[in-house]
């Protein structure tokens, strides 16, 4: 609601009263302006890196390119900066598909346990490196769901690349599964990383939200794992949510809903 007050004029007496208008801020301006702080932030977000790769390949042109091992390094600077920025347009035009809900949903019948599995061997290198254990649970009773592989596998993918991101060398990640009640399931990833602190959580699936944003950058993130991973889940009709705890660690949960016994989803 906006309200705005009015002075009422009269010739020689001065203010002789207000006018309130009560305005009901419809959803329409709303949705205006969320597609206008996001063009800014796109914006931002390619115009950061192609500043950089224009000022070293002005410093090739310099004289760089005559120096070898400061030529390969600048081309690596570059180079990575190129990847940064096909990241962003790749899950750029995910959620744009997720959004015009042009992305059909191409449901199977899936194994909670197995997909859980795959995920951690997905990253066995990466958190081999770190030195982080990682371990599955998955309850008794855990039916199988039907859901879009391709999309849920991002959804755990985004939630397992972020709790590598943010946990230090040594540290622990558990990927589990058990069912919430009689319609739905709920599946978790837990990290023991640095944690969220508690005045970001109700920002943290905005789009291009970050906590620390050079730290995120450093890590080769867009902002975006999140809000592709709460669209994908709601597409499916689950929800997420996270908890975190600053230096504890932090837990993302999703839900999926499964079908009554007997019957299946269209
Ligand atoms: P990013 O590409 O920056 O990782 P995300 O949308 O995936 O973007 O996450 C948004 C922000 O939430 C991150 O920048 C980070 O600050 C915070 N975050 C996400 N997951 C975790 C986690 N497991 N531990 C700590 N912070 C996290």
Redesign the pocket.
Known sequence: LRVTFSPIHRRDEGIAGTIAVLQDVTEQEKLEQSRREFVANVSHELRTPLTTIRSYAEALEDGALEERQLAARFIGVIRNETERMIRLVTDLLHLSRLDSQQAQLRRQKMNISDMLDEVADRFSFQLRQKAIRVSVRVEEGVPDVWLDRDQIDQVLD??M???I???LDGGRIELSAYRRDASTIAIS?R?T????PKK?LNH??D???????A???N???????????REIVKAHGGTIT?E?ELNV??T?TFTLPVPHEGSEPA
């Not at 990383?193 to 969220?196: C, Q, Y």
């Not at 789009?207 to 944003?213: A, P």
Request: net charge positive; glycine share 16%.
């Open positions: 985004n939630l690349s972020n709790a991101k943010y946990t990833v990290d990383g640095i944690g969220i970001d943290i699936f789009r291009f939200y970050r906590v620390d944003k730290r995120s950058r890590m080769g993130g867009t902002g975006l794992g999140l809000s592709i991973a996270l975190s660690g932090t993302v």
